[in-house]
């Protein structure tokens, strides 16, 4: 009889436990939580009796400490000077930087708008005398697309939590300014390759000279007391030669300091990325400010501008007006192209006079 009850008690007692432990699972997990919760306050508060206020002072001020990592800065927490970078960027640049660029654009505008664009003073001749080869053209429109399309995404990740964020659902915004960082990281060594041919294909006709001087005071003849002249200039003006310098020098900083940025792989610290970092935006709003106004003068503000780049050829008169002595180089070579007779004649001709029969 003993054995029986001996053997039921050791089947139902251990039943009864596990009934139990299903019946009150709050308070022996609240009892646990609170167990771990004390160790870890304990420790934290052993942590903080053990380094002191004088440590995390330290730590605050970025100073740094011990480690067993060999690579630069891994003994500093906190960087005290990324305070700086941080209010360069956020408080003096970037707003800077939106001014400029809107700026830019109202003087596009007010240009347009005032002055006008600048049209041909004699009709079309037809004849044509080649500009651009098929190699120039295809630089100038790979580096506009490439530069454009760096522009809008770096301005995307500056200026588009301010503009766009707020308007759109935040998983949206989160696709895009992940697009925008991963276009603007693998995208923007092609800017540097592009500007290096770029540099080799078209230094010098782009150097500077004695008449492009004349051409500057002049302001091109584009306003004040100039304006409607036509000011000499060989196959480039001081205008577009300052473009191109524009381009190459500021373009320069930019690709170097981005490539610093892509690739942190060479020791750099964080100071040299943060310098690399402002360097970076700097160039890069001083060339969108400055092609505003290129883009303007080729779609807008000039007469044949855009027609050279798309076509490689310019009209006689375009070339006679814009660039004489680049005109009479070629004309001394005999290199420009005979006019269709119809087409020259319906150019010459004031509008709404009649063409007469020569038959």
Known sequence: M??????????????????LCLAFPPAFAEDSSKAVNGKADVAQSEMSQLAGADYWRQVRQGVSGDTTSQSPEHGVLISKPGETWFILKEKWMSPAGAIAIFGSIALVVLAYVIVGPIMLSKPRTGRKLNRWSRLDRALHWSMAFTFLTLAFSGLMLVYGKH?????IPTELWGYIVFAAKQYHNYV????????????????????????????????GGMVGKHKGTHPSAGFSNAGEKAVYWLLIVFGAFAAVS??????????????????????????ALILICGFVF???????????????????????????????????????????EEADATISNSQSLPIGEPMHDKR
């Open 163 to 167: 503009f766009l964020k707020p308007y």
């Open 188 to 219: 923007g060594p092609l800017f540097f390759v592009l500007l290096v041919f770029i540099l080799l294909k078209w230094w010098r006709k782009s150097l500077f000279t004695k008449v492009d001087i004349q051409w500057a005071l002049k302001l």
């Open 294 to 336: 290129h883009i303007y003068i080729g779609l807008f503000g000039m007469e044949g501008a855009l027609e050279g780049m798309v076509t490689g050829k310019v009209d006689e008169t375009w070339a006679k007006e814009h660039h004489d002595l680049w005109y009479e180089e070629v004309k001394a070579k005999g290199e420009i």
């Open 2 to 19: 003993r054995n029986l009850i001996v053997r039921a008690a050791s089947r139902v007692l251990p039943l009864l436990a596990a009934l």
């Open 258 to 283: 981005g490539l610093f940025l892509d690739f942190p792989i060479f020791g750099q610290t964080r100071r040299d990325m943060e310098m690399s970092n402002l360097v970076h935006m700097f160039s």
